[in-house]
């Protein structure tokens, strides 16, 4: 039986230059920011649902683990 792997959504792109790379952490950081600027207030809890979250999921899953941690880093 033989198993395959799959890896994250950026396997295909794993030769992209360093240059690219540098551009998709700006990309994605700004990405979070405007998320954070969405804000879905519920009527039960005084804490809203934001944009971040999904944008913050997004990098993870777009960039990889340390792509996306760095993108998450020049956000903060």
Do not use: D, K
Not at 48 to 73: D, H, M, R
């Amino acid at each position: 039986m033989q198993l395959t792997h799959r890896g994250t959504l950026t396997t295909p792109l794993r030769a992209r230059s360093a240059a690219v790379t540098a551009a998709l952490v700006v990309a994605f950081a700004l990405l979070t920011a405007l998320g954070a600027q969405i804000r879905i207030p519920l009527p039960f809890t005084p804490v809203p649902i934001t944009g971040q979250t999904f944008a913050v999921l997004l990098a993870g899953a777009a960039l990889g683990s340390w792509a996306g941690a760095g993108s998450q880093a020049l956000y903060l």
